[in-house]
C-alpha cells in the first residue's frame, strides 16, 4: 500500500496527477480490504475473533505424510486412492467444498488465475487435487466444478490433470488432520447445518506425498507457485508462511447487517482519503499557480528596470 513518503515522491517525480492516482490506488487497495472484511467481521466490531472461527485455521505441519491410502470418488464416479496422483508428480492439494457460497470459488479462482501463469501443464508436470470437506456432495457436483474451472483456464486438453474429490467423513478427517485443515459445520440461512467455516490455504505436496509449502488466502503469486511446483518435484521441503488467515464463515441476518456497516466505514475511510489528498493538491495547485505568477511579475518588473 502506497504512504505519503510514496505520495511525496510521485509529487516530485510526476506532479499533481502522478500524485491523484497514487490516491486512487490507495482508495482501490482499503476497497479490496473491506471486501474481505464482509467475510472476516464477526460477531463483534473488535479485533477479536468470532468464537467459532476461534476453532478454525490453518496449522502448517510440512512434511508430514498425506494419507495415500484414504478413499475418495472423483469427478467421473471412480473410486481412488488418494496415493493414486502420487509417485511421479508434485501436486497442489486444496480444501474446499463445492458449494460453498463464498469463499471457496475466491480460491479456486485464485489457483485458476496464477495457473495460467505458470508455465507448467496439470497432468504432465503436476497434478491439481480439490477435496471436498462437505460428506454429502456428489461426483456429479464436482464435476460441474471442474468443468467449470476448466473452461476458465482455458486448456482443456489438461483435464486429467484437474482432480475434483469427493468422499466419507473418515477420509476427509484424515486429509484434514494431516493438512492441519480445520473447520467447524456451521446452520446456512434456512437453519441447516450445511455450510463450514474454515479459512482459505493451498498446499503444495512432494511426489512422495509430503506436504512441502503452505500458501494462504485467495490470491496465489505465480512465481511462488512455480517455485513451490519445482522443489516439491525433489521431494525439497519449503519453509512455514506467515500465518494470516482468510476465512470463509456464514453469518446470521443480523451480523451480516453489522459487518455490512463496517465494509461501509472503511469504505468510507477510503473516500475520505481521496477528498483529503484531493483538496491537498487543489491546495498545492493553486500555490504553484500562484507561485508562477508572482515569478512572471517579478521577472517582467526586472526586464522593465532593464
Given at each position: 500500500?502506497?504512504?505519503?513518503?510514496?505520495?511525496?515522491?510521485?509529487?516530485?517525480?510526476?506532479?499533481?496527477?502522478?500524485?491523484?492516482?497514487?490516491?486512487?490506488?490507495?482508495?482501490?487497495?482499503?476497497g479490496q480490504?473491506?471486501?474481505?472484511?464482509?467475510?472476516q467481521?464477526?460477531?463483534?466490531?473488535?479485533?477479536?475473533?468470532?468464537?467459532?472461527?476461534?476453532?478454525?485455521?490453518?496449522?502448517q505441519?510440512?512434511?508430514?505424510?498425506?494419507?495415500?491410502?484414504?478413499?475418495?470418488v472423483?469427478?467421473?464416479?471412480?473410486?481412488?486412492?488418494?496415493?493414486?496422483?502420487?509417485?511421479?508428480?508434485?501436486?497442489?492439494?486444496?480444501?474446499?467444498?463445492?458449494?460453498?457460497?463464498?469463499?471457496?470459488?475466491?480460491?479456486?479462482?485464485?489457483?485458476?488465475?496464477?495457473?495460467?501463469?505458470?508455465?507448467?501443464t496439470?497432468?504432465?508436470?503436476?497434478?491439481?487435487?480439490?477435496?471436498?470437506?462437505?460428506?454429502?456432495?456428489?461426483?456429479?457436483?464436482?464435476a460441474?466444478?471442474?468443468?467449470?474451472?476448466?473452461?476458465?483456464?482455458?486448456?482443456?486438453?489438461?483435464?486429467?490433470?484437474?482432480?475434483?474429490?469427493?468422499?466419507?467423513?473418515?477420509?476427509?478427517?484424515?486429509?484434514?488432520?494431516?493438512?492441519?485443515?480445520?473447520?467447524?459445520?456451521?446452520?446456512?440461512?434456512?437453519?441447516?447445518?450445511?455450510?463450514?467455516?474454515?479459512?482459505?490455504?493451498?498446499?503444495?505436496?512432494?511426489?512422495?506425498?509430503?506436504?512441502?509449502?503452505y500458501?494462504?488466502?485467495?490470491?496465489?503469486?505465480?512465481?511462488?507457485?512455480l517455485?513451490?511446483?519445482?522443489?516439491?518435484?525433489?521431494?525439497?521441503?519449503?519453509?512455514?508462511?506467515?500465518?494470516?488467515l482468510?476465512?470463509?464463515?456464514?453469518?446470521d441476518?443480523?451480523?451480516?447487517?453489522?459487518?455490512?456497516?463496517?465494509?461501509?466505514?472503511?469504505?468510507?475511510?477510503?473516500?475520505?482519503?481521496?477528498?483529503?489528498?484531493?483538496?491537498?493538491?487543489?491546495?498545492?495547485?493553486?500555490?504553484?499557480?500562484?507561485?508562477?505568477?508572482?515569478?512572471?511579475?517579478?521577472?517582467?518588473?526586472?526586464?522593465?528596470?532593464?
Open positions: 500500500m502506497m504512504d505519503g513518503r510514496t505520495i511525496r515522491r510521485a509529487i516530485a517525480r510526476g506532479g499533481i496527477g502522478a500524485a491523484f492516482c497514487c490516491a486512487l490506488l490507495i482508495a482501490s487497495a482499503r480490504v473491506s471486501s474481505y472484511g464482509d467475510k467481521a464477526g460477531e463483534n466490531s473488535g479485533d477479536q475473533l468470532p468464537q467459532v472461527l476461534q476453532r478454525v485455521g490453518v496449522t505441519r510440512l512434511n508430514q505424510m498425506l494419507p495415500l491410502d484414504a478413499q475418495f472423483d469427478d467421473t464416479g471412480k473410486t481412488v486412492r488418494l496415493g493414486d496422483y502420487f509417485g511421479k508428480r508434485p501436486a497442489i492439494l486444496s480444501l474446499v467444498y463445492y458449494n460453498c457460497p463464498m469463499l471457496c470459488s475466491e480460491e479456486m479462482d485464485g489457483i485458476a488465475s496464477a495457473l495460467e501463469m505458470v508455465r507448467l496439470p497432468g504432465k508436470d503436476f497434478e491439481i487435487i480439490l477435496i471436498s470437506i462437505d460428506p454429502s456432495e456428489t461426483p456429479e457436483i464436482a460441474r466444478k471442474k468443468a467449470f474451472y476448466l473452461k476458465r483456464y482455458g486448456r482443456p486438453e489438461t483435464a486429467n490433470g484437474w482432480h475434483y474429490l469427493t468422499g466419507q467423513q473418515a477420509a476427509i478427517d484424515a486429509v484434514c488432520n494431516a493438512t492441519g485443515f480445520g473447520y467447524v459445520r456451521v446452520p446456512g440461512p434456512d437453519g441447516k447445518l450445511d455450510q463450514f467455516a474454515h479459512a482459505s490455504a493451498i498446499e503444495v505436496v512432494t511426489t512422495d506425498g509430503h506436504l512441502a509449502q500458501y494462504l488466502g485467495v490470491e496465489f503469486s505465480p512465481k511462488d507457485i517455485l513451490g511446483l519445482i522443489e516439491a518435484s525433489g521431494n525439497k521441503i519449503g519453509s512455514p508462511v506467515a500465518n494470516i482468510t476465512y470463509c464463515y456464514h453469518y441476518p443480523q451480523t451480516n447487517r453489522h459487518s455490512l456497516i463496517v465494509a461501509r466505514v472503511v469504505q468510507l475511510g477510503g473516500m475520505m482519503t481521496v477528498v483529503s489528498l484531493g483538496s491537498f493538491m487543489f491546495v498545492m495547485f493553486r500555490r504553484d499557480l500562484k507561485l508562477g505568477r508572482n515569478h512572471d511579475l517579478t521577472s517582467k518588473r526586472t526586464d522593465d528596470e532593464g
